[in-house]
């Protein structure tokens, strides 16, 4: 163990002995290499055992908190952690990192898998009517967006091959977590096996933007429809949809379509007045006219300055 051994039960020194127990029996139950493949478990499971082996001792903790001691105990150097004699001939823990040899684990793991008597792990972590649901996969997916507003399928690899084909609810939320019960990895024995979770990340769209369950959308209107009205095509989620526009019609306004979002949001349609690609002549010369004796100022009522 290097470092504050405080830190690795994730305590701090005012810690009580039953805190200190609590800890380590709850790292033991997640960490232990028995249940835990994982290296990065392994280190910390031989981080908080070699704590829990110098904390628990009255003695040794007030001498540690005192300075007396560093995390290592090096004034009692013959003193070995779990990880350092787990291959001694004879050491309980040879083999697998059997638990009946550790009271403290032995109690862990009696609570863990129910274990009573002789039943449960034998020495040298041999399995006897051992049971364990299978361990929970996790993942990432991203998907675009309008899978994500009307659903649809997609697949995952799974960590020990092959591939797992989901489906993407309607209405899936950028960020949402969705459980695929079973689909996780095989338990032992009569244990079920684990259960997968997929978290969504929504690729953005180049046109919608979702708030909620609304969908907000930016449509482009010529000068003529802008004056005169008339109905265009505005795109929904689900397809296009007839919009009526109102005469006179000014960027930025905002008209409402009706349960046209998601999950019985709307969609807000933004106006924006597109000129033509080209002023010629006709309507330089119409607006010219039309401005003598129409004119009007936009800006009128603003505030501008101090």
Known sequence: MAGD???????????????IKKAYRRIAKTDHPDLNPDPAAAERFKAASAAYDLLKDPEQRRRFDAGEIDEQGQERPQRRYYRDHAEAAGNPYAQGYGFDGDPDLSDVFADLFGRRGTGGFGQGG???????RGQDYRFSLEVDFMTAARGGK??????EGGDLEVTIPKGVRDGQTIRLKGKGGAGMGQGGAGDA?????????????REGDDIFLTLPISL?????GGKVAAPTVDGPVNLTIPKGASSGRRL?????????????????IVM???????????????RRDHGYDPRAGMKVGG
Do not use: C
């Open 154 to 159: 997609a697949r995952i690899t799974l960590p």
């Open 256 to 272: 409402r379509l009706r349960g046209r979002g998601i999950n019985g949001g709307d969609q807000q349609v933004e106006l924006k």
């Open 197 to 209: 979770y997929l978290t969504i990340s929504v690729a953005p769209h180049p046109e919608f933007r």
């Open 276 to 290: 033509p690609p080209k002023i010629d002549d006709d309507l330089a010369t119409f607006i010219e006219t039309w």
């Open 126 to 132: 041999t399995r006897r009517d051992f049971h364990m």
């Open 5 to 19: 051994p405080y830190a690795a039960l994730g305590l701090t020194k005012s810690a009580s002995d039953a805190e």
């Open 224 to 228: 003529d429809e802008a004056v005169l």
